[in-house]
């Protein structure tokens, strides 16, 4: 079944405790991009890769980490958490940029 | 840069018809239309790539303005499976590539 996988699903977490949300795809995707969620703003792109080893920042990429090392696994990493990034993340991947996206199932961060 | 979707909220009836606009200040390349539903991933429904085009399945409908930068979603014969939130994603032309932003969503509930 084609898929992209999160995890945790949910997440509480100090403030300043580094923290990885991973994300993993099993169709070959090339493109994939991290996003958060908050009421009324929509989807907002953080940081995306267009393959192995090639990342770039989204729309709001302050405060957050990627790595591309294997074209199936795409983590972000906060690596000292505020409370402002308390939100609801998802991971989602496509054949290449510009294509319709397949989205993990999300990933809800707290930071107190 | 965020597209801007239109009505932000709608009530239905089960077996009435609906319209979401986007519209975009952008030229754009592409016009995507997503599903969420309260507590899950969004969903992708259908892109649209040409100005002009319009695409559906069952009875639900896109259509793309490129020269007035602008997709309407239509929603025919409402179900109750139809409720959730509605996000169009715009792409465009940024550095050479294709970038989707999307939207703040367009709430639809539909009541039996």
């Known amino acids: 079944e084609a898929q992209v996988t999160q995890n945790p699903r949910y997440l509480i977490t100090v403030t300043g405790k580094k923290l990885t949300v991973t994300c993993s795809q099993n169709?070959?995707?090339?493109?994939m991009s991290w996003y958060r969620q908050d009421p009324g703003l929509g989807l907002r792109q953080i940081y995306y890769?267009?393959?192995?080893?090639?990342?770039d920042k989204g729309d709001v990429p302050e405060g957050y980490k990627v790595s591309r090392k294997e074209k199936r696994n795409f983590p972000l990493i906060l690596e000292s958490p505020s409370p402002n990034q308390t939100s609801l993340y998802f991971c989602?991947?496509?054949?290449?940029?510009?294509?319709?996206?397949?989205f993990g199932q999300g990933t809800r961060l707290t930071v107190v | 840069q965020q597209p801007v979707q239109s009505p932000q909220a709608v009530i239905l009836r089960e077996g009435e018809d609906a319209v979401i606009n986007c519209s975009s200040s952008?030229?754009?390349?592409?016009v995507h239309w997503y599903r969420q539903k309260h507590g899950e991933a969004p969903i992708f429904l259908m892109i649209?790539?040409?100005?002009?085009e319009q695409k559906g399945h069952d009875k639900i409908s896109a259509s793309f303005n490129e020269k007035k930068q602008q997709s309407s979603l239509y929603l025919t014969a409402s179900q109750l499976s139809y409720s959730g939130t509605y996000f169009c994603?715009?792409?465009?032309?940024?550095?050479?590539?294709?970038?989707?932003?999307f939207g703040t969503g367009t709430k639809l509930q539909v009541i039996p």
């Open positions: 989602a991947s496509s054949l290449s940029r510009g294509l319709g996206a397949f």
């Open positions: 169709m070959n995707h090339e493109y």
């Open positions: 890769s267009m393959n192995v080893e090639v990342t």
């Open positions: 952008k030229a754009l390349y592409s």
């Open positions: 649209l790539l040409k100005g002009g």
């Open positions: 994603g715009t792409g465009f032309n940024s550095g050479g590539y294709q970038k989707v932003t």
